[in-house]
């Protein structure tokens, strides 16, 4: 699906024609958006992502719309001429987005992915510490969690999504034929399309977003960033120091004295409860201004 998505905004981007024809068609709509040109999946940009899922939803019809004029033009159409190539790869692109496991592809990785969005712009911030971006990426893990747990209440609001836009550019929702064997798809038995999706897409879609996560987020990954919990803003929350003492043994050897280093803890904390909140410094770099020479 994403490879298709990245196909779909090639072939307008790598030509103008093509793309002033798409904004003539939008141009002809009474809501017309105010966006028009579809937003590629950036490698490096990660907000930009989830902008181009949101581009490419609004522009959803009129992409199916631009695509089929240009196969079958209408009455007042202008002579654009489009070569033999433009009209082939045309014809392949809309057979994809006219398919309803595609539509339903779609909104599964877009509404999923959704909620990472605000994490993408939280982890891009300057000067965002180490056991901030943990907590929020935990909370994210938690929200994908509560998806897959709660998946029979969400796909059907997603689902409905899907069948919108399925009705909206005429596609039939449907699923593919079932068999007793098949190795190129997912085949898991399923008496309606709601189920099918659900059990051949979404689910593993999640499943496989979840072990990402976990995989790319490991614990054993923190170990070094739990040093960030002597920052003053962390450290005057802590309210368990065995288990801080525990989290900081990894540095133990790096310790003039490990055994006093519950004791050192505590009188840090209690350090700088002793001021008042607004001189805390709650970023690493300001930590520098209040170092001892």
């Not at 017309?32 to 899922?53: D, F, I, M, Q």
């Not at 006219?98 to 592809?105: E, G, L, Q, R, Y």
Request: charged share 30%.
């Amino acid at each position: 699906m994403i490879d298709s998505v990245n196909e779909i905004f090639k072939f307008f981007d790598d030509s103008p024609k093509r793309q002033r024809y798409l904004e003539e068609i939008l141009d002809e709509k009474e809501d017309s958006p105010s966006v028009k040109k579809l937003k590629g999946l950036c490698k490096t940009r990660w907000v930009e992502r989830h902008t181009c899922y949101e581009t490419f939803e609004e522009l959803y019809p009129s992409l199916c719309q631009c695509l089929e004029r240009m196969l079958n033009p209408a009455e007042n159409d202008q002579p654009w001429n489009w070569d033999r190539d433009t009209r082939v790869s045309a014809q392949g692109l809309l057979s994809t987005l006219t398919s309803f496991k595609f539509i339903v592809t779609f909104y599964t990785t877009k509404n999923s992915l959704h909620c990472l969005k605000s994490l993408a712009q939280k982890l891009q911030e300057n000067g965002l510490d180490v056991i901030d971006a943990y907590s929020k990426i935990d909370a994210k893990k938690k929200k994908i969690s509560d998806f897959r747990t709660n998946i029979d209440i969400e796909f059907i609001d997603w689902f409905s999504d899907a069948t919108k836009m399925a009705e909206n550019i005429g596609s039939q929702v449907e699923m593919p034929r079932l068999v007793g064997q098949q190795v190129h798809r997912a085949n898991v038995n399923a008496t309606t399309p709601l189920e099918y999706y659900k059990k051949n897409v979404v689910i593993p879609f999640l499943d496989h977003l979840t072990h990402e996560l976990d995989s790319r987020f490991r614990q054993e990954n923190r170990a070094g960033g739990d040093i960030f919990h002597l920052m003053p803003c962390s450290i005057v929350k802590c309210t368990d120091f065995d288990a801080l003492c525990e989290k900081l043994s990894y540095w133990e050897d790096d310790l003039p004295n490990p055994t006093a280093l519950k004791n050192e803890l505590k009188e840090w904390a209690n350090t700088w409860r002793a001021k008042p909140v607004d001189s805390i410094p709650k970023k690493f770099m300001q930590c520098y201004s209040v170092a001892d020479n």
